[in-house]
């Protein structure tokens, strides 16, 4: 495998169910992203990892709760979510989270659908 | 606080033609980096261009090139020669270069624009 992959391509959770979303970057990278696409509005960054320690959390739900174990994994654990949390979740690495210009490499996102 | 608007929620192009995808954004900042990415169909986004907001020369990359106006604090993308795989979802971004009284590590996206290619 290549690049940014996410696991599971897709979920379907009930509001009491936990869950967990799975990144890994085979880029050799530093940082780590979680961003969540809804439709209708813009990309909204949510976590970011820098070796594997949390840099960012931008005022997220708690039950949303983000885990790097190691600077290729990346992982987003879901319990009681609300149906307004169905979207589409995108993972992102980059060699490092500085500087500004650096190239975010994207996975294909997991797409969420809360019941 | 940045924002990033795309005027145009969807735009078609005729195969081989050429189009404009437009991006105007605030901020109070001298310094950042302006990207567009796409996304196609398969969801994966990918880096299309980006421009340095302390250059002038017009970022090119092959068929995509940006017209960046800082003082009107625009960054639109012509894509010419269109081709059938340019179809795709076109999001502008905008990050700063360094923290000021905040985080610079947030990249605020556009809400995107929908380009078909007809062939």
Same mark, same amino acid.
């Given at each position: 495998?290549?690049? +940014?992959?996410?696991?599971?391509?897709?979920? +379907?959770?009930?509001?009491? $169910?936990?869950?967990?979303?799975?990144?890994?970057?085979? *880029?050799?990278? $530093?940082?780590?992203?979680?961003?969540?696409?809804?439709?209708?509005?813009?990309?909204? *960054?949510?976590? +970011?990892?820098?070796?594997?320690?949390?840099?960012?959390? $931008?005022?997220?739900?708690?039950?949303?709760?983000?885990?790097?174990? $190691?600077?290729?994994?990346?992982?987003?654990?879901?319990?009681?979510? =609300?149906?307004?949390?169905?979207?589409?979740? *995108?993972?992102?690495?980059?060699?490092?989270?500085?500087?500004?210009?650096?190239? =975010?490499?994207?996975?294909?996102?997991?797409? *969420?659908?809360?019941? | &606080?940045? /924002?990033? /608007?795309?005027?145009?929620?969807?735009? @078609?192009?005729?195969? &081989?033609?050429?189009?404009?995808?437009?991006?105007?954004?605030?901020?109070?900042? @001298?310094?950042?980096?302006?990207?567009?990415?796409?996304?196609?169909?398969?969801?994966?986004? %990918?880096?299309? %261009?980006?421009?340095?907001?302390?250059?002038?020369? !017009?970022?090119?990359?092959?068929?995509? @090139?940006?017209?960046?106006?800082?003082?009107?604090? @625009?960054?639109?993308?012509? %894509?010419?020669?269109?081709?059938?795989?340019? &179809?795709?979802?076109?999001?502008? &971004?905008?990050?700063?270069?360094?923290?000021?009284?905040?985080?610079?590590?947030?990249?605020?996206?556009?809400?995107?624009?929908?380009?078909?290619? !007809?062939?």
């Amino acid at each position: 495998e290549t690049g +940014v992959t996410q696991t599971p391509r897709h979920l +379907v959770m009930g509001m009491t $169910n936990k869950k967990s979303l799975k990144c890994e970057q085979h *880029l050799g990278h $530093n940082a780590m992203y979680w961003y969540k696409q809804s439709a209708k509005k813009p990309l909204e *960054l949510m976590f +970011v990892y820098s070796l594997e320690e949390r840099v960012e959390n $931008n005022s997220v739900p708690s039950r949303f709760s983000p885990e790097c174990p $190691n600077s290729s994994h990346l992982f987003l654990h879901l319990h009681t979510l =609300q149906p307004e949390d169905s979207a589409l979740y *995108l993972c992102a690495s980059s060699q490092d989270p500085h500087p500004a210009g650096e190239t =975010q490499y994207f996975g294909p996102g997991t797409r *969420l659908l809360v019941l | &606080a940045q /924002t990033v /608007t795309q005027s145009q929620p969807e735009m @078609s192009v005729q195969e &081989a033609e050429t189009v404009t995808l437009s991006c105007t954004y605030d901020t109070s900042e @001298s310094d950042y980096y302006l990207f567009w990415y796409k996304q196609p169909p398969s969801r994966q986004m %990918i880096l299309v %261009i980006r421009q340095e907001a302390y250059k002038q020369q !017009n970022a090119t990359e092959n068929r995509f @090139s940006v017209n960046f106006q800082k003082a009107a604090k @625009s960054f639109s993308l012509k %894509i010419s020669d269109s081709q059938l795989g340019d &179809a795709a979802m076109y999001f502008c &971004a905008y990050r700063p270069e360094r923290n000021s009284g905040g985080s610079n590590y947030k990249l605020t996206f556009g809400k995107g624009t929908l380009l078909t290619v !007809n062939p």
